[in-house]
């Protein structure tokens, strides 16, 4: 799987959008980018994929570059309870592959 | 539904001896993967399991070993426990589509 590079930390005020960006520039065609997040001590929570096209959920938006090689998740309005850290991961599909975690961003949502 | 279920939440274990973890995942789910997480870092793939068959293997020793069993709960296994082996033992379960489910996890500690 292609190795994704992530800020270490970064912070948002509440209410405002928090935007966190991922690079992964060795991305190939059939890898999809996957964002999960995980809040202290529970277990890893899926937020939203994509693979060329830009996404929305209720959670987030995905936004992906046009060469695929960097993307950026979205919370439009963050809370508090958006403190956590998130992870960007590229895999094929499936969900028969093992996902592949980096550091994650450690977003702390400052009231 | 109920989510991905892990036992026990807590354990507290003696070097040397041996655990067992166990699994339950969402119900006509298939796949199961288990990760190592040491606290400060991401989870690390361990094992994973589609259909009863080992799909992938993580860079852990032999001390580790798994099954799925019909039903396609998991257990973990763990031998000769050592100081490093406290982490947070996440398992996560996943249809053929996108995303997995992870559980709360257990926290192993070993004194």
């Known amino acids: 799987d292609a190795k994704t590079t992530q800020p270490p930390s970064m912070d948002c005020a509440e209410g405002r959008a928090a935007n966190l960006p991922c690079n992964h520039s060795t991305i190939s065609g059939n890898e999809y980018v996957y964002w999960y997040r995980q809040i202290h001590s529970q277990g890893p929570q899926y937020i939203i994929h994509g693979l060329k096209n830009n996404e929305t959920n209720e959670m987030a938006s995905l936004i992906i570059t046009e060469d695929r090689k960097s993307s950026t998740l979205i919370l439009p309005h963050a809370t508090l309870r958006d403190t956590a850290v998130y992870y960007c991961?590229?895999?094929?599909?499936?969900?028969?592959?093992?996902?592949?975690f980096g550091s994650g961003t450690r977003l702390q949502v400052q009231p | 539904d109920a989510g991905v279920t892990q036992s026990p939440t807590h354990l507290i274990k003696t070097r040397g001896q041996q655990v067992t973890l166990r699994c339950s995942p969402i119900?006509?789910?298939?796949?199961v993967s288990w990760y190592q997480q040491v606290l400060g870092q991401g989870p690390q793939f361990i094992f994973q399991?589609?259909?009863?068959?080992?799909?992938g293997r993580g860079n852990f020793p032999d001390r580790f070993s798994a099954r799925q069993f019909p039903n396609y709960s998991s257990e973990l296994n763990v031998n000769a426990l050592l100081l490093g082996d406290s982490a947070l033992y996440l398992c996560a379960s996943s249809s053929t589509g996108f995303g997995y489910t992870f559980g709360s996890g257990t926290r192993l500690t070993v004194v």
């Open positions: 991961i590229v895999s094929e599909d499936t969900g028969r592959r093992a996902l592949t």
């Open positions: 119900s006509g789910h298939k796949s």
């Open positions: 399991y589609y259909e009863k068959e080992e799909r």
